[in-house]
């Protein structure tokens, strides 16, 4: 990749309670081809914090492709409107993380957000990954 492209990120973050059981389920695409899948068990959290995290985890994984600029997409409108500054973030565990997002969207010229409605089909795909780690999990 040259650098210029821009990356495409679908992003779910899902706890089974709420705190509860997490996981993470990331699809990363350029030019409309996955080339990356990504799925991480948290630990306890509630299902804002993973949102939060699925999304510092995206920014992570995507240094390497080494894009100018980053959409993120993700089903949770909460956190999507909190980075979007629509909403303010009155919880403190809520607001470490949106500061950890500020701090690593700075690798990047431009990152920008957008709320997706859940049927999408790669949102779909992040899903089917959080439930597939949370599964593995409970054996």
């Known amino acids: 990749m040259n650098g210029s492209n821009k990356i495409k990120i679908y992003t779910d973050g899902g706890s ?4 509860g059981h997490a996981a993470i389920g990331i699809i990363v695409l350029e030019d409309g081809i996955i080339i990356r899948e ?4 948290l630990g306890q959290c509630t299902n804002n914090q993973a949102e939060y995290a699925a999304i510092i985890k995206a920014l992570e994984l995507c240094l390497e492709y080494h894009a100018d ?4 997409y993700s089903d949770s ?3 999507i409107r909190q980075i979007n500054h629509l909403y303010k ?7 470490l ?4 997002v500020r701090t690593k969207e700075k690798e990047y010229k431009e990152v920008l957000y957008s709320h997706v409605p859940r049927e999408n089909r790669y949102i779909a795909q992040a899903d089917a990954l959080v439930n597939k780690c949370l599964n593995r999990m409970r054996g």
Do not use: C, F, W
């Open 38 to 41: 990504y799925s991480e068990y």
């Open 69 to 72: 600029t980053l959409q993120v």
């Open 89 to 95: 973030i009155k919880n403190k565990q809520l607001l």
């Open 97 to 100: 993380l949106y500061l950890d």
């Open 16 to 19: 089974r309670g709420n705190p």
């Open 77 to 79: 409108q909460l956190v």
